[in-house]
């Protein structure tokens, strides 16, 4: 059973055009949530993070948004740019549990310019 | 930032043979590391949990005996594939957390295994 879900295998974008990835959990004890950035080959970059107690954390041209009563959480890049074309994952954290990180399987982001 | 490092990058084995990966956290003594494995357009599945200096918890369906970790220092984390067959061709992946914050990860650049 997946706790955490990316139900959108790929995304295709212009340059310049908002870029918005979405992630679904199902665990309520999950309390903090992080994206990660993935290159073929390469292990995951970290890119930003919010906690349970937030509903937004801005850095940059990164915003992740948190809907906690719909468990969804998503992440928007704007304006997207070429360089961002990678594999991102979401990831999930119970803070006060086993505090282990459960991953989607990612979306593939294309942004042509 | 906190940099972690894996050696080798690349490593192809006959089957049957054992392989040494090694994980290290060049910047900052790392109290855990984790081994992920991932498999073409899946998302990394956690294998085990390795603390310096204790043994390492695997997770459900992940064979101790077969993949073998030892955690011997802050700074460094070995996984070892043992008596190696071709279903464990995967990329595998560490990643190194500080003291208490095991939800903030710092991921080495992975490790492609391929058994013939």
């Known amino acids: 059973d997946q706790q955490v879900k990316q139900n959108s295998p790929s995304l295709s974008v212009q340059e310049g055009r908002i870029s918005i990835l979405n992630c679904d959990y199902t665990n309520s004890m999950f309390d903090y949530f992080l994206w990660y950035k993935k290159y073929p080959a390469e292990g995951p970059t970290f890119l930003i993070s919010?906690?349970?107690?937030?509903d937004k954390n801005e850095d940059g041209r990164f915003t992740v948004f948190l809907n906690k009563s719909a468990k969804h959480l998503s992440l928007h890049i704007v304006p997207s740019q070429p360089g961002d074309s990678a594999v991102y994952f979401c990831a999930a954290s119970d803070q006060g549990g086993s505090e282990k990180l459960v991953f989607g399987k990612g979306t593939k982001l294309t942004v042509n310019p | 930032g906190a940099v972690v490092s894996q050696h080798p990058s690349r490593v192809i084995c006959k089957s049957g043979t054992s392989v040494k990966i090694e994980c290290r956290s060049l910047?900052?003594?790392?109290?855990?590391m984790f081994w992920y494995r991932q498999f073409p357009k899946q998302s990394l599945m956690l294998m085990a949990t390795s603390n310096e200096g204790s043994k390492a918890t695997y997770e459900q369906g992940v064979e101790k005996d077969k993949f073998l970790i030892n955690h011997a220092s802050l700074t460094l984390s070995t996984l070892t594939v043992t008596s190696a067959h071709p279903e464990d061709s995967s990329f595998y992946i560490c990643?190194?957390?500080?003291?208490?914050?095991?939800?903030?990860?710092?991921f080495g650049p992975g490790t492609r295994l391929t058994v013939t």
């Open positions: 919010i906690s349970s107690i937030k």
């Open positions: 990643s190194a957390a500080l003291s208490g914050r095991s939800y903030e990860q710092y």
């Open positions: 910047d900052f003594q790392a109290t855990t």
